[in-house]
């Protein structure tokens, strides 16, 4: 029962972080959500911030695991360029980017919340640079653009994006910023071939040459 309670008290926190904001998200509401004793989550948690981060942390989890799924097959940057459209589609549309959101916006306020989002973000940052390293690693454009600083900059867009989506309504400036990576990148092809690659591309052509003399 303690388990079950406790799966119901992150769903409902999820929920009313969602739906209602971090500012409506009380032990009271969340309780009422969730259909329990509100003093079941300082039982269980803590507090409602510490609940509000397992909702949070559960959402993570299943979008990480998903995002990895869309980027598994991207081996090209137009390739993930569409994929990285479809990660910040599907976690518009799943609800991740308003509770992510929502617990940056509170962070302003509160300091102590910073941390906690901080640590939460760096497996984030990992499987960004460990993707990148895959698609571009060893190209002069990793030269020129490391996949660790390409990785801070995805994930400070990324945290811009999440409080954008506030004021960008239709979504029409979010999804031009996306829609200018997909037309750059087939323009960047040539700074992803890697050194050997080239070599072995530019020896073949040779050979095709004398051949065909």
């Given at each position: ?13 999820g929920?009313?972080?969602r ?14 959500e969730?259909?329990?004793n ?12 510490a ?155 040779g ?7």
């Amino acid at each position: 029962m303690s388990v079950e309670t406790k799966e119901r008290l992150i769903t409902a926190a999820g929920t009313v972080l969602r739906t209602q904001g971090y500012g409506k998200a009380s032990a009271r509401t969340i309780g009422k959500e969730a259909g329990v004793n509100s003093a079941l989550i300082f039982y269980h948690f803590g507090g409602v911030d510490a609940l509000l981060f397992a909702a949070l942390d559960r959402s993570s989890a299943e979008r990480l695991e998903q995002h990895a799924a869309t980027v598994a097959g991207a081996r090209t940057l137009e390739e993930l360029a569409a994929a990285a459209t479809r990660v910040y589609r599907d976690d518009l549309e799943g609800g991740h980017i308003t509770l992510l959101s929502e617990l940056v916006a509170a962070a302003v306020a509160k300091p102590e919340l910073r941390e906690e989002i901080r640590v939460r973000v760096d497996p984030w940052l990992a499987f960004m640079e460990e993707t990148l390293e895959r698609v571009i690693g060893g190209s002069p454009l990793a030269r020129l653009m490391p996949p660790r600083d390409l990785a801070n900059a995805a994930v400070t867009f990324y945290l811009g994006v999440n409080l954008f989506t506030v004021l960008d309504s239709d979504l029409s400036r979010t999804e031009s910023v996306f829609a200018m990576v997909r037309r750059l990148a087939p323009r960047a092809k040539l700074l992803t071939v890697r050194p050997a690659a080239r070599w072995r591309r530019a020896r073949g052509f040779g050979r095709a040459r004398r051949a065909a003399g």
